[in-house]
């Protein structure tokens, strides 16, 4: 599970997948899809946890890793407990699990020095 709320947040990992589904609460968050370095499109995320797809362009070359990366949009007061005596959602961004192709694998990218 990974947890985050300060816009500018991001996760990044490598797969060959071709179809990428996220599971997570997302509250009421926007996130930048970056996929090898090109943004590919916005996600809008609501309360609860649901399956959000992806949106990614058609692999160049099948089988080869693709650097994804989810990028949080919207401000923290979004999704922590300050936003909490502005009337805004409660909890941060809770990130609990991807859906890949079968047999596809995600791999965490390190942070670049």
């Known amino acids: 599970v990974v947890c985050f709320d300060w816009p500018g947040s991001r996760v990044t990992f490598a797969t060959p997948a071709a179809r990428i589904r996220l599971r997570m609460d997302g509250g009421r968050n926007h996130f ?5 370095g090109q943004r590919t499109g916005v996600l809008r995320t609501r309360s609860g946890v649901r399956d959000y797809d992806l949106p990614l362009p ?3 070359v099948r089988g080869r890793d693709r650097l994804v990366e989810l990028q ?3 401000e923290a007061r ?6 909490s005596l502005f009337g805004f959602a409660t909890r941060p961004v809770e990130l609990s699990g991807l859906l890949l192709d079968l047999g596809a694998a995600a ?3 390190p942070r670049p020095r």
Do not use: Q, Y
């Open 58 to 60: 058609a692999p160049t």
């Open 107 to 109: 791999e965490h990218m």
């Open 32 to 36: 930048n899809v970056v996929v090898d």
């Open 72 to 74: 949080k949009r919207t």
């Open 78 to 83: 979004i999704g922590t407990s300050l936003g």
